[in-house]
């Protein structure tokens, strides 16, 4: 039996609205324009601080960031799953998977437990960790063989499933087999360019190729 490894936004949920919402009543209180969705998907993929330093541009002013950043971070805590949903069939599919799962995100860790629970799929997964439980966080092969150690598997008898070079790369880099999903973010890009083993297009296409 191989281990599954999910990478959360892009992949099983679209958080986009939530994000966007909490960006834009960020930038309000800072009287800085609002993004849009289209805008935000793109920036998606590093974690949060990243995430702010993209939306706010090319304001390079740290003290900027700093208060943007927590501001942000307050207005997601208090409204982080009322938009956000799974993408068609992950339930479905996350139910037949007998394989044992986990999560690794670049997402804040404080965010993940609630979502997942609100969305209910938080049993189907034995651990997650966020973007900030370790030193480094993908594309950085780190997260992925802390989880495979936790959970007593090979890495080769592990799977990465994800939407973005993030996940791809830090497969590669643990040597870890990949399954991309092209529906997700990749901040615009194809990737099919990271070449990761398998690709599909729907999340319940997971049940003909594991």
């Known amino acids: 039996m191989e281990l599954l490894i999910f990478d959360l936004d892009g992949t099983l949920i679209d958080s986009v609205p939530d994000l966007t919402d909490a960006i834009n009543k960020t930038f309000n209180e800072l009287g800085i324009d609002r993004v849009t969705e289209e805008e935000v998907r793109n920036y998606l993929g590093n974690g949060a601080r990243t995430l702010i330093e993209r939306a706010l541009k090319e304001k390079n ?25 799974l993408y068609p069939g992950v339930k ?32 189907h997964f034995e651990m997650y960790i966020g973007g900030e439980s370790l030193p480094e966080k993908k594309p950085s092969p780190m997260p992925l063989l802390y989880v495979c150690e936790k959970m007593g598997f090979d890495p080769k008898n592990s799977i990465m499933i994800g939407d973005s070079k993030n996940d791809i790369i830090a497969a590669k880099n643990a040597q870890i087999k990949s399954i991309a999903v092209n529906y997700g973010y990749n901040y615009g890009e194809d990737v099919a360019v990271f070449e990761p083993d398998i690709i599909i297009d729907e999340f319940n296409k997971l049940l003909e190729v594991l």
């Open 92 to 123: 479905e599919t996350l139910e037949k998977l007998p394989h044992k799962k986990a999560i690794v995100t670049n997402k804040p860790y404080e965010f993940v437990g609630e979502i997942l629970k609100t969305l209910g799929i938080d049993t």
């Open 61 to 85: 002013d740290r003290e900027l960031l700093q208060k943007a950043l927590q501001s942000f971070k307050n207005h997601y805590k208090n409204n982080v799953c009322v938009k956000t949903s």
